[in-house]
C-alpha cells in the first residue's frame, strides 16, 4: 500500500511541476499580454493544485491525517484562479491594450462598441 500511495503523490507533484514549468516557458515565450495571462491562469492553476493534492494524499495516506483545509485550498484556486485571469484579461482590453498583430479573432471587439454605443461613450 505504501508502493502505491508514494507512486500517486509522485505523480502529482511531478505533474503539477510539469504545469508548472510549461507556465515559466509561456510567460517568456508568448507574445501579448492575453496568451500571458492565459498561460498564467489556466497552467499555473493546474500545477499549484495538482501539487496541493499530492500534499494531501501525503498526509492522508502516508501520515494519516485527514486535512480538510489542502481540499479548501484546492476548490479555492480552481475557482478563483481561472477568473482572475479572465478579469485581468478583460479589463486590459477594455483600457486599451492592444492584443498581439499576429491575432487572427477578436470576440470581444464588436461586444466592446456595442457596450460604449449604448453608453454614449466615443
Not at 5 to 11: D, G, M, T
Not at 40 to 62: E, N, P, Q, R
Request: charged share 15%; hydrophobic share 50%.
Amino acid at each position: 500500500m505504501t508502493i502505491l500511495a508514494n507512486i500517486l503523490i509522485i505523480f502529482f507533484i511531478v505533474v503539477g511541476l510539469v504545469f508548472i514549468v510549461v507556465t515559466a516557458i509561456g510567460l517568456f515565450r508568448l507574445p501579448d499580454l492575453y496568451t500571458r495571462t492565459h498561460a498564467a491562469s489556466k497552467s499555473a492553476t493546474l500545477g499549484v493544485m495538482c501539487i496541493l493534492i499530492g500534499v494531501f494524499l501525503h498526509f492522508w495516506l502516508i501520515e494519516n491525517h485527514f486535512n480538510p483545509a489542502i481540499l479548501l485550498g484546492v476548490l479555492f484556486l480552481f475557482i478563483t484562479g481561472p477568473v482572475g485571469g479572465h478579469i485581468m484579461s478583460r479589463s486590459s482590453y477594455i483600457a486599451g491594450v492592444k492584443p498581439w498583430s499576429g491575432t487572427v479573432r477578436d470576440d470581444l471587439k464588436p461586444e466592446i462598441e456595442r457596450m460604449k454605443k449604448e453608453q454614449g461613450i466615443k
